[in-house]
């Protein structure tokens, strides 16, 4: 019987590699809480009109990626493509976008991870199945806060190490009145080129011209150099916006680089949107990209109320760590104290490692399968546990136990101690 495999672009995550995602999960949301954001959680699957009507129907992400089908009543199901609809439509749900209604009210601060899912072609750094964390910050209509999401995502950037690997990009792509005046000339302009287009972009002329921008092809971008540029056409209200959250970027010591090619391929976006990029992935180059939305809640059926955002691959991410050979030794750190015991003194092992968990919290592993210290001793270096305890009879008969270390010293000048249970606790809690 031939075996089943993962689904083409849906990997698993094996126990050597989950360390460092735990790493990168964490380091995260502890700079989340440091900003005052709160966890949301949503489902995987929402109503495929969610999304029609947020992202765009004339988007590739509804036109071509998403996984959708039919459930057992007829109803139209999609697994999420991305996480701010479901948040919005989450936190509509529960009243929370609302003054005076339900559970709290605006403003919000909110932050999501989890799986996201495109049917796209697989390779390096993109996926099928992907993960992101995402923040939504919803109710202030100010610039300050489109510069405070981008200050999070820097925060993110110098915890793990990355902030010299990426580079910030910025644009303003005004009201959807500025870019549909924009988008009509940008059309006429572009309908005299039309052969000469890549064929994407020939798709895209007739349903979302702006996502034209975006184009990677060569000849395609040389034709850009002379259509109409989005700046000339943003109100002066946007502008002041923009030039706001340029400010405190400044005064925070962010550098960045306007763009003004960058639109972003989500309908939803107006005002500022950003991209952060690196050169180290190779073609995959955006690690985390977001903006403002002012009118999505709106378009989902609830008031009127600003929003902005980012998504933050964490794919890409731990990939950038890994190249860049920044994950911390301690990381893959799997336990503190590994026990090693001859086959009569497994259980006495047992109880010893219950004692330093309860006692002293520690990550005890026992090994209780079977073989000489040799071998024992090997898998117990293969946890990079910082110390290794032997139970065997040559010390045992006196009572004590044997702690060693593989990676320095004790104390000055030995790598190795005789100590009994009190003994041997002593000096885990002196460590401590």
Not at 246 to 272: C, F, M, Q
Not at 336 to 351: G, P, S, W
Not at 359 to 383: D, I, P, Y
Not at 386 to 409: C, H, N, T
Request: glycine share 10%.
């Amino acid at each position: 019987m031939k075996n089943i495999q993962a689904i083409r672009g849906m990997n698993d995550l094996l126990p050597e590699q989950s360390p460092l995602w735990q790493y990168v999960e964490a380091e995260i949301a502890d700079v989340l809480a440091s900003y005052g954001y709160n966890e949301i959680r949503t489902p995987i699957l929402e109503q495929t009109e969610l999304f029609k009507r947020s992202i765009g129907e004339v988007t590739d992400i509804v036109e071509k990626e998403m996984y959708t089908f039919d459930d057992r009543n007829g109803d139209s199901l999609t697994l999420r493509p991305e996480g701010t609809a479901s948040t919005v439509r989450a936190a509509e749900q529960a009243g929370i976008l609302s003054a005076g209604r339900g559970r709290g009210s605006i403003p919000q601060r909110l932050w999501y991870c989890g799986p996201m899912f495109r049917h796209e072609k697989p390779q390096k750094g993109r996926l099928r199945q992907f993960h992101q964390f995402g923040i939504e910050a919803f109710g202030m209509p100010g610039a300050e806060v489109d510069a405070e999401v981008i200050l999070v995502s820097n925060a993110i950037w110098q915890v793990l190490g990355v902030s010299e690997a990426v580079t910030l990009e910025l644009n303003s792509i005004g009201s959807s009145e500025d870019r549909a005046k924009f988008g009509k000339d940008l059309y006429d302009y572009l309908v005299g080129h039309k052969e000469s287009l890549d064929e994407d972009s020939q798709r895209r002329l007739d349903s979302n011209p702006l996502r034209i921008l975006d184009s990677k092809d060569e000849g395609t971008q040389k034709i850009l150099e002379g259509a109409p540029k989005l700046v000339d056409y943003i109100n002066e209200e946007d502008q002041i916006h923009f030039a706001k959250v340029r400010e405190v970027l400044d005064r925070a010591g962010v550098s960045y680089r306007i763009n003004p090619s960058l639109v972003r391929g989500l309908d939803y976006y107006g005002k500022t949107v950003f991209e952060w990029v690196t050169d180290k992935l190779g073609s995959q180059g955006t690690v985390c990209a977001g903006g403002r939305y002012d009118g999505l809640v709106a378009q989902l059926g609830g008031d009127a109320t600003p929003g902005v955002g980012f998504g933050l691959g964490i794919e890409r991410l731990v990939l950038l760590l890994e190249t860049l050979e920044l994950v911390p030794d301690w990381v893959y750190q799997q336990v503190d104290l590994y026990v090693c015991a001859e086959a009569q003194y497994v259980a006495d092992a047992m109880i010893l490692a219950e004692q330093l968990r309860s006692e002293l919290a520690l990550r005890v592993r026992v090994h209780a399968n079977g073989g000489g210290m040799k071998s024992q001793t090997k898998a117990a270096q293969k946890t990079n546990a910082p110390l290794v305890v032997f139970m065997q009879e040559r010390d045992m008969v006196d009572g004590k136990l044997m702690i060693r270390s593989y990676d320095g010293e004790l104390v000055e000048g030995q790598d190795q101690l005789n100590v009994t249970v009190d003994g041997l606790i002593d000096f885990l809690t002196e460590g401590q």
